[in-house]
């Protein structure tokens, strides 16, 4: 049975982590390339299909071309740069992006010849917890980056993304600390589960339960969303927050001396923490994987096809939540370095503060 | 002096942001859906698209040698062109025409004539500076080789493009 366990396990590993949420990641670029073209009346990437015929397919083949360009360019390291650690900095961004992935329920489960299978690698009782333990981490990567590249861009890059995260990682775990207390559970499948049968978090109009306390406590949770989106904006230093890779300042940031492989390791653990993010905010806030209106959260014993249309249910919704970062970083300026400290400290912090005592008291007087 | 710059004053609403940034993301979401309908998108889809027909009456493309109704070359080799080339791209062997010729007058004429089409930067000094009118900057723009040597237009060549052009100043012409 162990050994099932264990195979079973490393299945979901490769299937989830390489087959769902790599190529997320690189046809999420080649979303924002082409959404941003569309907002600014271009085409976009729209020629890359299949290699040899005429078949463009509106440019799908361009993330796979991407991807080989990448490898087959060459590997410059600088001769100015501390090599060990500029060696490391790409994949100590890349790594923690990936290892968040763990945690993120992407389905209630798939019932396999009567063998459950759980759609989330590790079912952590954690789950929150563990994401932003293990995606600050990434900062770790970004600052030795702008060390190890001895150039001054880079080192700009790298000082203004320490003091960024830093900021923005208090008010993100503190618009969660609410939704945790109305979950009373930090166990993400759990979170999803209650979803399931309450309600979504920010649409509780069906499901058990009194509807009254669910609308009321609306209010902080619209707080909270709030602030956790911005805050996730600024911790995945997407625009308007992205001041440690600003183009105009900055030449590129923190990765202005990294080429080929190395650059496309930074590119991809920014996308690969947009798209956790995308997915912890859809498991918190907006019901994980369960069904809109509360279909088939009264069986027990689920389905196969009921595990396979949550799993859908889930990309779709990770989906409109990556579009909804690619609509901001092209419609909004940057924010100055000031203004973005002032946001962090003196507004996010308090309103996360004052959030935490109001649904604390909303919670005591419903219940 | 000391200007002091009036700062204007915000109401609450604007200092939030929230309306313009909900106004902002309204009118970019416009653009995206008309693009995505296929309107208000100016791209042209170049190989399969050309501007050819809508290029401008000033548009410089690549320069080439014109002769007159004579059948003349315009050129008398006098090689303003050559030195005000930015990029260099001229190059002029001038050869003297022989007395016996009916054009004896002119002096002049290029034995060697060539324009380095990967140097030029398609500026139009050479077409200004000509004083007997004999380059122009054509249209053509597409202007392709697969070796250095086959980028660089001869006599022969820029002739061929420019070919006849009429109706210009015929300062040797006795005629007139």
Same mark, same amino acid.
């Given at each position: ?37 569309? $907002? ?16 463009? *397919?509106?440019? *799908? ?5 991407? +991807? ?65 333990? $293990? ?6 990567? $970004?600052? *030795? ?11 700009? +890059? ?50 058990? +339960? ?5 609308? $009321? ?17 600024? @911790? ?8 440690? @890779? ?23 653990? @920014? ?21 809109? +209106? ?45 203004? *973005? ?27 | ?6 700062? %204007? !004053? ?5 200092? &939030?942001?929230? /309306? /313009? ?13 008309? #693009? ?10 170049? %190989?399969?698209?050309?501007? =050819? ?8 493309? #690549? %320069?080439?040698?014109?002769? =007159?109704?004579? =059948? ?11 030195? &005000? ?11 003297? &025409? ?35 009118? #004999? &380059? ?10 697969? /070796? ?6 001869? !006599? =022969? !060549? ?12 015929? !300062? ?5």
């Amino acid at each position: 049975m162990d050994w099932i366990n264990l195979a079973v396990t490393l299945i979901k590993i490769v299937v989830l982590t390489f087959m769902v949420l790599l190529p997320m990641i690189a046809y999420s670029v080649w979303a924002e390339r082409r959404v941003a073209a569309k $907002i600014q009346n271009r085409v976009g990437p729209n020629r890359t299909g299949i290699p040899f015929t005429k078949w463009g *397919l509106a440019g *799908l083949g361009q993330p796979i071309a991407d +991807g080989l360009k990448f490898i087959f360019k060459e590997d410059f390291t600088p001769a100015h740069v501390r090599t060990g650690f500029f060696w490391l900095a790409p994949a100590l961004t890349m790594v923690p992006a990936l290892m968040t992935c763990a945690v993120i329920p992407f389905g209630s489960e798939l019932n396999i010849a009567g063998y459950k299978i759980p759609l989330v690698i590790a079912n952590l009782n954690v789950g929150p917890l563990f994401i932003f333990a $293990i995606a600050s981490l990434s900062v770790y990567g $970004i600052v *030795l980056a702008g060390w190890a590249s001895n150039s001054k861009y880079s080192f700009l +890059g790298g000082v203004r993304s320490t003091s960024q995260m830093i900021s923005y990682e208090i008010s993100l775990g503190l618009s969660i600390v609410p939704i945790v207390m109305i979950f009373g559970e930090l166990n993400l499948t759990e979170i999803v589960k209650w979803q399931d049968s309450n309600g979504w978090l920010l649409l509780p109009f069906w499901g058990e +339960g009194p509807l009254l306390p669910k609308v $009321i406590l609306l209010v902080p949770v619209l707080i909270s969303f709030l602030i956790f989106t911005v805050s996730m904006f600024a @911790e995945t230093n997407r625009l308007p927050f992205d001041l440690p @890779e600003c183009e105009t300042e900055l030449v590129a940031g923190y990765h202005t001396e990294y080429s080929s492989m190395k650059f496309a390791l930074f590119f991809l653990g @920014e996308y690969a923490a947009m798209i956790i993010g995308s997915g912890l905010a859809v498991t918190l806030f907006l019901g994980g994987w369960s069904l809109p +209106g509360g279909i088939g959260s009264d069986l027990v014993d689920k389905p196969l096809w009921l595990g396979i249309a949550h799993f859908f249910c889930f990309l779709i919704k990770m989906i409109g939540f990556i579009l909804l970062f690619i609509w901001v970083r092209w419609s909004l300026p940057r924010f100055r370095y000031d203004q *973005l400290m002032r946001l962090g400290w003196v507004f996010f912090f308090e309103i996360a503060l004052a959030n935490v005592l109001l649904t604390a008291l909303i919670l005591i007087y419903f219940k | 002096m000391a200007i002091v710059v009036k700062r %204007p !004053k915000l109401t609450f609403g604007e200092k &939030i942001y929230l /309306s /313009s940034i909900a106004k902002g993301m309204l009118i970019t979401m416009g653009h995206f859906w008309r #693009a995505l309908l296929g309107k208000g998108t100016v791209t042209m889809q170049y %190989p399969e698209e050309k501007w =050819d027909e809508n290029l401008p009456e000033y548009y410089r493309g #690549a %320069p080439a040698l014109v002769t =007159d109704e004579q =059948d003349r070359e315009r050129c008398v080799a006098c090689q303003l062109c050559e030195f &005000i080339c930015p990029p260099r791209a001229i190059t002029i062997l001038p050869e003297e &025409i022989p007395s016996e010729d009916e054009w004896a007058k002119v002096e002049k004429r290029p034995r060697k004539f060539e324009i380095d089409m990967s140097r030029c930067i398609y500026c139009g000094f050479c077409q200004e500076v000509c004083p007997e009118q #004999a &380059i122009f900057l054509r249209k053509d723009y597409a202007i392709t080789g697969t /070796s250095r040597a086959e980028m660089v237009h001869d !006599k =022969d !060549k820029l002739y061929e493009i420019g070919g006849v052009r009429e109706g210009l100043v015929n !300062k040797w012409n006795e005629l007139k």
